[in-house]
């Protein structure tokens, strides 16, 4: 039972920035991933950015060098913070828990990026 509740998503001009959050519920664990995923009109599910336990991340290659996630277990948060945004980064944005037997989802916050 990890409820995740996302927040930052807004409407922004092309070359803005946005920092998106996610916060956790309960007990997060060291072999838990955090992931960012997102979904743009008329496309499927694409992951974007991964933060392990330990710090390591993984991004997708759309959104290298602009993108950066991070998470703070203490505080049983992550964060995404979006630069250079473009029109195609308009989706909405899923926080993900991923653990051995099933992944918890946030209910997802839209990002609008104006050309």
């Known amino acids: 039972q990890v409820p995740l509740v996302e927040s930052g998503g807004g409407l922004v001009q092309a070359g803005g920035s946005l920092r998106l959050s996610c916060a956790a519920s309960?007990?997060?664990?060291?072999?838990?991933?955090m992931a960012w995923y997102r979904q743009a009109p008329g496309k499927q599910r694409e992951l974007v950015a991964t933060?392990?336990?330990?710090?390591?991340?993984n991004y997708a290659d759309s959104v290298k060098g602009r993108f950066t996630v991070s998470r703070d277990n203490s505080k049983k948060t992550t964060s995404l913070q979006m630069n250079s945004l473009k029109p195609e980064d308009t989706a909405v944005y899923y926080c993900?828990?991923?653990?051995?037997?099933?992944?918890?989802w946030g209910q997802g916050t839209q990002v609008t990026v104006s050309s």
């Open positions: 309960g007990i997060i664990f060291s072999t838990d991933t």
């Open positions: 933060v392990s336990g330990s710090g390591s991340t």
């Open positions: 993900n828990l991923r653990r051995r037997y099933s992944d918890y």
